[in-house]
């Protein structure tokens, strides 16, 4: 059974970058082609797809965020981390990790962005 | 304003049926599958039907999902009070390299 976990600061100052890593665990991170991804969802409101990584190392990013979203991974840890820079009040929301948009969510992190 | 269009809001009795739809373009819900998800409050949202019509394993068979064009429709039936959720569409879509899309959600009241 797949489990991910997302974790990092719950609170960045704006124009810092957040930061956020997603551990897997119950299977290799690197094994079969699958798409790790990162979603988010304000308070309220609806998803929002951030971007993937596939384990061939290619990503895919939501072409308003492209930017300043990075996606990478750390094979030795089984974790893949996303990186949001110039972050504002409206980059406030939950995040989520995945593996593609399928079955396999983590629980969720707030993220406050805030002086 | 979300690519994929939702109604807002959606309700039934007990023991209903209920659709809810979601409308899209030729680049996504056009050309491509659709997934269904289910979102009780504080938790992640959870798939309930993907590639359009198909259950993952353990979602009732209560819930189908069909594609016409560039609409989708979920269909709830013998509706429980455990369904009230709020329930959103997604697809990939195919403009500007290629990124998923989200309906904007439906929050579906059990009377």
């Known amino acids: 059974q797949v489990q991910l976990q997302e974790s990092g600061p719950g609170l960045v100052k704006p124009s810092q970058t957040l930061s956020l890593t997603c551990t897997v665990s119950?299977?290799?991170?690197?094994?079969?082609?699958?798409?790790w991804s990162w979603i988010r969802q304000p308070a309220g409101k609806g998803l929002e797809w951030i971007g993937r990584?596939?384990?061939?190392?290619?990503?895919n990013c939501n072409p308003s965020l492209k930017s300043r979203v990075t996606i990478s991974v750390d094979t030795s840890k089984n974790q893949f981390s996303l990186k949001l820079s110039s972050v504002t009040a409206a980059d406030t929301a939950v995040y989520y990790c995945?593996?593609?948009?399928?079955?396999?969510w983590g629980q969720g992190t707030l993220v406050t962005v805030s002086s | 304003q979300s690519v994929l269009t939702q109604p807002p809001s959606a309700s039934g009795t007990p023991g209903q049926r209920v659709t809810i739809s979601c409308s899209g373009s030729?680049?996504?819900?056009?050309?491509?599958?659709v997934n269904w998800y289910q979102q009780l409050p504080g938790t992640a949202p959870k798939l309930l039907i993907y590639?359009?019509?198909q259950r993952p394993s353990g979602v009732p068979d209560r819930f189908s999902g069909s594609k016409s064009g560039t609409s989708a429709s979920l269909a709830i039936s013998g509706l429980q009070s455990e369904d009230e959720a709020d329930y959103y569409c997604?697809?990939?879509?195919?403009?500007?390299?290629?990124?998923?899309?989200f309906g904007g959600g439906t929050k579906l009241t059990v009377l």
């Open positions: 119950g299977g290799s991170i690197s094994s079969g082609s699958y798409y």
């Open positions: 997604a697809a990939w879509d195919d403009s500007l390299n290629g990124h998923w899309v």
């Open positions: 995945a593996r593609g948009v399928g079955i396999y």
């Open positions: 990584l596939h384990t061939s190392g290619s990503t």
């Open positions: 590639s359009n019509s």
């Open positions: 030729s680049s996504n819900i056009g050309s491509n599958t």
